[in-house]
């Protein structure tokens, strides 16, 4: 069964860093593209960063590029988003998932997991 756990979020100010990780299991790394997908109350959810597991390639949405870093540890079988300069607006649950086609719409990934939540205050 394919597993994809969150953890890391919490509350933190504006301008302030988290970190989040995403560990995965009963997947085949190599054939999977990774993603960071977040959903605040009463929106969509949206694409944040996505990392190819077999390539290493790395995506953002415009909203993240340059704050954001996505990263993966395949000996530890772990997907992370290092979360830098936080917004009010980044305030959202972030959820881990798994695909192997497109990148940027929700669509695109099979697999999720549970969510964690970030809040970031003003």
């Known amino acids: 069964q394919v597993q994809l756990v969150e953890s890391g979020g919490g509350l933190v100010q504006a301008g302030g860093s988290l970190r989040l990780s995403c560990a995965v299991s009963g997947l085949t790394f190599s054939a999977w593209t990774m993603g960071w997908f977040r959903q605040a109350p009463g929106k969509e959810r949206e694409f944040v960063a996505a990392i190819s597991w077999r390539g290493g390639s790395t995506y953002y949405a415009d909203s993240v590029k340059g704050r954001f870093t996505i990263s993966r540890d395949n000996a530890k079988k772990t997907l992370y988003v290092q979360m830098n300069s936080l917004k009010p607006e980044d305030t959202a649950i972030y959820y881990c998932?798994?695909?192997?086609?497109?990148?940027?719409?929700?669509?695109?990934?099979?697999?999720w997991g549970q969510g964690t939540q970030v809040t970031v205050s003003s």
């Open positions: 998932a798994a695909g192997g086609g497109g990148l940027y719409s929700s669509a695109d990934y099979a697999y």
